[in-house]
């Protein structure tokens, strides 16, 4: 078959559309959007109608997959790691549950941070939930993984997880496709309240998922993706899990490292591939992108003998991502730079996109604030979290999703007046209309802009559940008519603005300000597009 | 044969059509190729990089080890020193001489481009005017493409079918123009490489 070239994100689509998926369920969030995107301009997922569209946001994502899984579809949802905590209750018990049809979750990380606000390791919610989990080392098992997943997930009758980083998800290489699967048959689950976790039916399917730990560990044991590599210098074994594995062999180009080597790719962790490497081998060297999951594990809490290293022992980094300088090192071989950064080369931080509409919201919110005083502005994540930024220094917290309305709220109650939050109209739907919902039931007095640009823009401009419904979303919560203020942001209409947001800072209740415009990013690229089909047209 | 090949510039200044175009002559001449970059947060105006990697024989890391890049080719001369701990002792350096300024501090452009010169394999090129010479504005990627083909060891025809395959939905002219742009960097390489010799 043709080999592709493919993201690592577009390799998983492209493995679960060949491997019989019906619906893949997800929210925008970097490293992952790509793999969405992948199936909604894909050919076969539209012949076979697989579902495709965004969610509100992960929880939903994977509540819905799961209602496919349960009619006996094969279904997955994506997410980044934090996206994780927000889907951690369906995911959870989705191990508790079980499955009928496949049903696979691909979360992926980003350590080093380059798109978030930590850099949490996926594989200990997979632990947690005790499932069978995947982590490939390059794009080919990516695609081989998400291909054979919903197999896995349908033999254990539990959720399967893929984990993947920022390093393998946007780096593109050659992939060979595999024959292209059917999907499965809408069918019924035999247990008839199999989904049902009343405490008495819950203690039994625990007790169930307790029973087949041994076989997925198995399973893990024998896995094509662990595989332990013998090597004659026994003074060191190195243990490389995912893309740590590619780091490695990029410091042995003729294949002749000369100790064992075991590389890790399915969890949970193979105790006897293991136990032979530790056994074996004087010193250890786990080398894994993430936090020290497999390091900590298996070197025992009490074990201060030194002879587990990694990122706890210090010898690699204990945050960031790996690359093939930090392995080389640890390994004791020489980095060599021949040329350092000249002096004169400055940074250049991202920043609002020049005509966008949050840098009138933030001239005109900073002019009326300076009455007001400091600090009373919450946020949190979009392409507006820029505003913490010079020149505008306009927000105060970016902590999660749809916090800087809680966070508003909390600080109202405590006292600060006015309590000012800003946030996206897609962030709103995600995770801010049950925030607006607390403050309209208490009738806390805070000042809510939520700043529509009519898209997810900072991940690439997907579309926003909250478009065209945004005053009726907060009209219907309970937020009176008069207090709901639409503006267009615009230079020309700066007066306006800071008397509309003055106004309402000065309401003793719940405001919200909705100041619209179209992101720049979406609008030029919808531009180009009409005038290419024009074009089309024309000929 | 391998190539590791640094690409980089500000967001939105076209270096994934480079590394688009440098992918597909590896893929049509069987060749393996990695090819990673930056997306999201790292896109709004900030500085962007790519690693694009190119060999006969499998390749490990999607990241290029420091020191080892064979050329650096950037559309932003600041950029092009950002990357230099990857350059190779004998690497080429070869980038565009127009800034792009959106920071208050950017350098004093003459310092910048005596930094550049300071290079025994350099190419300082000004592919906005080049560009716009051959009536192409918006194709000063595809110029410093061209300006690079003479250090990677790829036949020119094959930069010019992948440019075909690549710009093809825009149609000849556009093909055409790109194509131009390609050929208008690679001379301005080669005449610079014969000068120094």
């Not at chain 1, 508790?96 to 992926?108: D, E, H, R």
């Not at chain 1, 499965?184 to 976790?197: A, M």
């Not at chain 1, 809510?448 to 419904?469: E, K, L, P, V, Y």
């Not at chain 2, 310092?111 to 000063?140: G, Q």
Request: aromatic share 6%.
């Amino acid at each position: 078959m043709e080999k592709l070239l493919l993201l690592g994100a577009e390799a998983i689509a492209q493995g679960a559309i060949d491997g019989g998926m019906s619906g893949i369920y997800a929210y925008p969030g970097t490293p992952s959007t790509e793999i969405t995107e992948y199936v909604q301009n894909n050919k076969v997922a539209l012949e076979r109608n697989i579902h495709r569209n965004w969610s509100a946001n992960e929880k939903t994502a994977v509540e819905a997959a799961l209602g496919m899984s349960y009619s006996g579809k094969r279904a997955m949802a994506c997410m980044k790691h934090v996206g994780l905590n927000v889907a951690a209750d369906p995911f959870i018990n989705a191990a508790i549950t079980g499955v009928n049809g496949g049903l696979v979750i691909t979360v992926a990380d980003d350590p080093s941070m380059h798109s978030s606000q930590n850099e949490q390791d996926t594989r200990f919610y997979g632990k947690f939930a005790m499932i069978p989990m995947l982590e490939p080392s390059n794009q080919q098992e990516a695609y081989d993984m998400a291909y054979e997943a919903f197999e896995i997930s349908e033999q254990f009758k539990i959720p399967v997880l893929i984990r993947i980083t920022t390093r393998l998800s946007h780096s593109r290489s050659g992939v060979e496709r595999k024959e292209l699967k059917p999907e499965n048959p809408l069918t019924y689950p035999e247990d008839p309240i199999q989904f049902v976790l009343l405490p008495s039916n819950a203690r039994k399917r625990y007790k169930g998922l307790l029973s087949i730990q041994t076989s997925i560990e198995e399973a893990a044991e024998k896995s094509k993706y662990n595989k332990l590599y013998d090597g004659k210098d026994k003074s060191l074994g190195i243990i490389a899990c995912g893309i740590a594995y590619n780091y490695l062999m990029e410091n042995y180009p003729d294949e002749d490292c000369p100790y064992p080597i075991l590389k890790i790719g399915q969890y949970p962790m193979p105790y006897y591939l293991l136990d032979r490497i530790v056994n074996d081998c004087k010193k250890i060297l786990v080398l894994e992108d993430g936090y020290p999951f497999v390091e900590e594990q298996i070197k025992g809490y009490f074990d201060k003998s030194g002879k587990i290293t990694g990122r706890l022992s210090g010898s690699i980094p204990r945050d960031g991502e790996l690359n093939p300088d930090i392995v080389a090192k640890a390994l004791g071989k020489e980095v060599k730079k021949y040329f350092d950064v000249p002096e004169i080369i400055k940074n250049r931080p991202p920043e609002l996109c020049s005509g966008c509409a949050h840098r009138d919201i933030y001239t005109a919110l900073n002019e009326t604030m300076k009455e007001f005083g400091k600090q009373k502005v919450f946020s949190d994540i979009g392409c507006y979290t820029l505003g913490a930024l010079p020149p505008w220094d306009a927000i105060n917290s970016c902590v999660d999703m749809g916090a800087s309305i809680t966070m508003a709220k909390g600080a109202a109650d405590a006292g600060v007046r006015p309590a000012v939050a800003v946030i996206g109209d897609s962030t709103f739907t995600h995770s801010g209309m049950t925030a607006l919902l607390d403050c309209v039931y208490e009738n806390t007095p805070v000042t809510i802009i939520i700043a529509d640009n009519s898209t997810t823009a900072m991940t690439g401009g997907q579309a926003s559940h909250a478009t065209g419904r945004l005053e009726e979303i907060c009209i219907g919560l309970g937020v009176k008519p008069q207090h709901v203020r639409v503006l267009t942001p615009l230079p020309k209409f700066h007066q306006e603005m800071v008397k509309v947001i003055r106004e309402e800072l000065l309401y003793d209740g719940v405001s919200v300000i909705i100041p619209r415009r179209e992101c720049v990013q979406t609008a030029t690229r919808s531009k180009k597009e009409q005038k290419v089909k024009e074009e089309e047209v024309a000929k | 044969m391998k190539s590791d090949i640094i690409l980089s510039g500000v967001g939105g200044q076209g270096i994934v059509s480079i590394a688009a175009t440098i992918a597909m002559t590896a893929l049509d001449s069987n060749l393996n190729i990695k090819q990673s970059e930056v997306h999201g947060m790292s896109q709004r105006g900030g500085a962007v990089y790519s690693h694009l990697r190119i060999s006969d024989t499998d390749i490990s890391s999607d990241l290029i080890p420091m020191g080892k890049a064979n050329i650096i080719i950037s559309v932003e001369p600041m950029e092009s020193l950002r990357y230099l701990p990857w350059l190779n002792k004998d690497g080429w350096l070869v980038t565009n001489s127009t800034p792009f300024i959106n920071i208050p501090d950017y350098p004093d452009l003459k310092t910048l481009h005596s930094e550049i010169e300071k290079f025994p394999n350099h190419i300082l090129i000004n592919a906005d005017e080049i560009a716009r010479r051959v009536k192409s504005p918006r194709s000063s990627n595809i110029v410093m493409l061209g300006a690079a083909t003479p250090f990677l060891e790829i036949p020119i025809k094959n930069f010019e079918s992948a440019i075909k395959k690549i710009f093809g939905r825009k149609g000849e002219k556009i093909i055409e123009l790109n194509i131009q742009a390609l050929h208008a960097g690679r001379e301005f390489s080669l005449k610079h490489q014969k000068e120094k010799v």
